[in-house]
Nanobody
Framework: QVQLVESGGGLVQAGGSLKLSCAAS????????MGWFRQAPGKEREYVAQ??????????ADYAPSVKGRFAISRKDADTVSLQMNSLESEDTAVYYC?????????????????WGQGTLVTVSS
């Protein structure tokens, strides 16, 4: 059974930092793109960042414009991805979902995701 388990969400003040982690199991994820989406209250789920598989043990990072320069994604190994979030803003408040996809290229659409985590809440207070 495939599982993506997120951790690290919580409450932080604006300007602060949080680190999210995601551990995948039940499948071989070495050739998968793994990354993060988020869903704010009353809004649609949106793309945040990803590590795209391009070669053995080689991943390329990509970011949504709204988080580029503030967030940093890393792939510890084939099954673990983290998201360091700095300079957090109230607009970053959302449930953050770990995602895994076998789709080629940059994955930004929900329909391209094969597996989802259960989500972890990040609340940024202003």
């Amino acid at each position: 059974q495939v599982q993506l388990v997120e951790s690290g969400g919580g409450l932080v003040q604006a300007g602060g930092s949080l680190k999210l982690s995601c551990a995948a199991s039940g499948h071989t994820f070495s050739a998968y793109t793994m990354g993060w989406f988020r869903q704010a209250p009353g809004k649609e789920r949106e793309y945040v960042a990803q590590t795209r598989w391009i070669a053995v043990n080689t991943y390329e990072a990509d970011y949504a414009p709204s988080v580029k320069g503030r967030f940093a994604i890393s792939r510890k190994d084939a099954d673990t991805v983290s998201l360091q979030m700095n300079s957090l803003e109230s607009e970053d408040t959302a449930v953050y979902y770990c995602a895994a996809s076998r789709a080629p290229g940059i994955v930004t659409r929900i329909v391209e995701v094969d597996y989802w985590g259960q989500g972890t809440l990040v609340t940024v207070s202003s």
